[in-house]
């Protein structure tokens, strides 16, 4: 049985009771957070801008006037100027018309259109743009904006993932794991989820400490499961933070450490994960 996801479109991922299989709709697209740095993926910068209008112009591609101004900046908190990605995805920079779709998807600066975002997820995909595809392939997982194709999703998952792109290792591993567009196959979706941590998926602990966890393709080992859940903890990984505080409060695959599960515990509630806050506040 499907469990029901709480996670947004903006797959900002948050910790959430699993049942059996993942939900297909725990999925991952590039807005992730990187934990290391607490950036985001799709960020635009100032300095992004400024280099794509220096190209543009040197091609003759825009006119004087929409020369990228010394003051005009995009901000770190994703303060984001619309007009300038705008012009720059209408000339054609896959880079742009994928952060204008990111834009629709998420509305950020402009009114959430999903037909919008998967327009221009599709011309920045068409031209290649790993993160297009993988973006691209959640919306027809989701049936965001676009018709619902599990096997369109597959088709852009893997386009995705022969460029080396981690969350479509991911999103392809929660097919298998709930045998949409392919048959369902654990030990499939494990071998996904390897593949996505090797290439630097952060995520993918918890995946795979799930499986663990369920005896789902491996043999059931709370002990494993653990070790994932940790790794992904940390380095950041708020669900895995959530996970490794309530298994040190369980004595779930370690001695029971009421200290170590408010550290964990805090760490989550600290970043804005109410399922921590409160859990915390119970302790």
Request: aromatic fraction near 10%; charge should be neutral.
């Amino acid at each position: 049985m499907l469990r029901k996801s709480i996670c947004s479109v903006v797959c900002v991922l948050l910790p959430i009771t699993l049942i059996s299989a993942i939900d297909f709709n725990f999925r991952w697209d590039q807005e992730v957070t990187d934990p290391e740095n607490g950036k985001t993926h799709f960020e635009i910068t100032s300095q992004d801008l400024k280099k794509a209008y220096e190209d543009a112009d040197k091609k003759d591609t825009l006119p004087i006037k929409n020369k990228m101004p010394e003051s005009s900046v995009t901000s770190h908190d994703n303060e984001t100027d619309i007009t300038s990605i705008r012009q720059l995805a209408e000339k054609g920079n896959p880079n742009f018309q994928y952060s204008l779709g990111r834009c629709y998807a998420n509305g950020k600066g402009i009114e959430q259109d999903y037909v919008e975002a998967a327009k221009w997820y599709q011309l920045a995909a068409d031209q290649g743009l790993t993160k297009a595809l993988n973006n691209l392939g959640c919306l027809y997982l989701d049936g965001r904006g676009v018709e619902q194709d599990y096997s369109k999703a597959l088709q852009l998952f893997e386009k995705a993932v022969k460029q080396g792109d981690c969350y479509a290792m991911l999103n392809i591993g929660v097919l298998y794991e709930n045998g949409l567009s392919v048959r369902q196959d654990y030990k499939e979706a494990l071998n996904y989820y390897k593949q996505s941590e090797k290439a630097g998926g952060v995520p993918a602990y918890y995946c795979i400490a799930h499986l663990h966890e369920e005896g789902l393709g491996v043999k059931k080992s709370d002990k494993n499961a653990f070790s994932y859940y940790q790794k992904g903890a940390e380095k950041g990984y708020v669900p895995c933070q959530l996970k490794l505080g309530q298994l040190y409060r369980d004595g779930k695959g370690v001695k029971k450490n009421l200290e170590e599960a408010k550290k964990w515990l805090s760490l989550a509630a600290a970043k804005g994960d109410k399922t921590a806050q409160e859990e915390l506040t119970a302790l």
